[in-house]
């Protein structure tokens, strides 16, 4: 059977479920894949005064996707997953909509942020989905 792991970010899954993983692939001889969504580069154009903090923070640059992918594909090689990536960016890469303001402008705009000011991305992301993923 292949089964898919969802992973909103890159190493959510490995690191979350990384014994189940390991379990549905070396126990139960499963296929399983991961395919995480928001593992896009960084979009052309001036980062965020958030965003280049954490940029700063992690000393990767601009390269921090690209760096984090190769982290992840790593970690899924090690466990025998077959890693996807969507290569939508992350929330801090990401303005508002209709304006040019972020849409993270601190850490705490991470974990209270209304769906709502997303909404086109959650269907664009339904239709990516439903147009990307195997049919069974």
Not at 13 to 33: N, P, R
Not at 105 to 113: C, G, T
Request: net charge negative.
């Amino acid at each position: 059977m292949n089964i898919i792991f969802l992973s909103p970010h890159l190493d959510d899954a490995v690191l979350s479920c990384g014994a189940i993983l390991y379990d549905l692939i070396h126990k139960q001889h499963h296929t399983v894949e991961v395919w995480t969504l928001f593992s896009g580069d960084v979009p052309p154009g001036p980062l965020s005064p958030f965003a280049a903090e954490l940029h700063q923070r992690w000393n990767t640059g601009l390269e921090a996707p690209k760096a984090r992918r190769a982290e992840d594909k790593l970690a899924c090689e090690r466990l025998g997953v077959e890693p996807h990536y969507l290569m939508l960016p992350d929330c801090i890469y990401r303005l508002r909509q209709g304006t040019n303001l972020p849409l993270i402008e601190k850490n705490d705009d991470l974990f209270n942020l209304p769906l709502e000011t997303e909404s086109s991305l959650i269907q664009d992301l339904g239709q990516k989905l439903t147009n990307t993923l195997p049919a069974d």
